[in-house]
């Protein structure tokens, strides 16, 4: 599935979200939000790299939240309890 206008779906397509969750750590995002939001990352850093790369050019030109958030988005998913 591609992410049409660089959206992500956990955000219902609201442009505004991304970018303030970005900047303040998802400190407004519910706990759902923030699992589901690690969860794509994940699956786009490790099986959709041109959709993650269209979502950093537009929110992350600098590269400022891919240092800070890559490394967790790399990682294996929690095991299920």
């Known amino acids: 599935m591609a992410y049409s206008n660089t959206t992500i779906p956990v955000f219902d397509k609201d442009e ?9 750590g998802c400190a407004k995002c519910s706990e759902k939000q923030r699992s589901q939001t690690e969860k794509v990352l994940r699956h786009l850093t490790k099986n959709r790299p041109r959709d993650w790369a269209r979502l950093k050019t537009k929110y992350d030109p600098t590269g400022e939240y891919s240092k ?3 490394p967790k988005a790399t990682t294996a998913a929690p095991a299920a309890a």
């Open 16 to 24: 505004e979200t991304l970018p303030d969750a970005l900047a303040t």
């Open 68 to 70: 800070k958030y890559e």
